[in-house]
């Protein structure tokens, strides 16, 4: 393995992050009568927040950690699972394609997740 492919010591941590996300999307039957607001609080609790906690952890550890470019991925997959889930619960079919940072940056301006996702989906409207 070369060394711009060694993993942080977050690997194991975002690799569990990445399969609930997936796990959760395969999972995932589209309400009956969206929104589903508290399905959608749900997956930002237990998903999303945590995920971005997880970011913010390790890019304010007391040593520099480098995230490989797998680890980035598997950030930005399961960052965009959960949003997508969020939107679906709202009744709202999305691609999404955001960077781990972005959210990040959101939630240390908000210090809100649902604002977070607000802000990236624009759902709901506002």
Known sequence: ???????????????EHSTRASDAREAF???ADPPAGEE???????GLGPLVALYLEARTAEWDVEFSAAEHRLLDRALND???LYAACHGVEM???????????LLIDTHNV?????????????
């Open 82 to 84: 959960w949003l997508e």
């Open 95 to 105: 691609d999404t394609d955001f960077p781990i940072r972005k959210a990040a940056e």
């Open 1 to 15: 393995m070369s060394h711009g492919d060694a993993h942080s010591g977050y690997y194991d941590r975002i690799r």
């Open 40 to 46: 959608a609080m749900s997956y930002l609790r237990e």
């Open 114 to 126: 649902r604002d977070v996702a607000q802000l990236l989906t624009h759902v709901p409207e506002r």
């Open 29 to 31: 039957e589209p309400p």
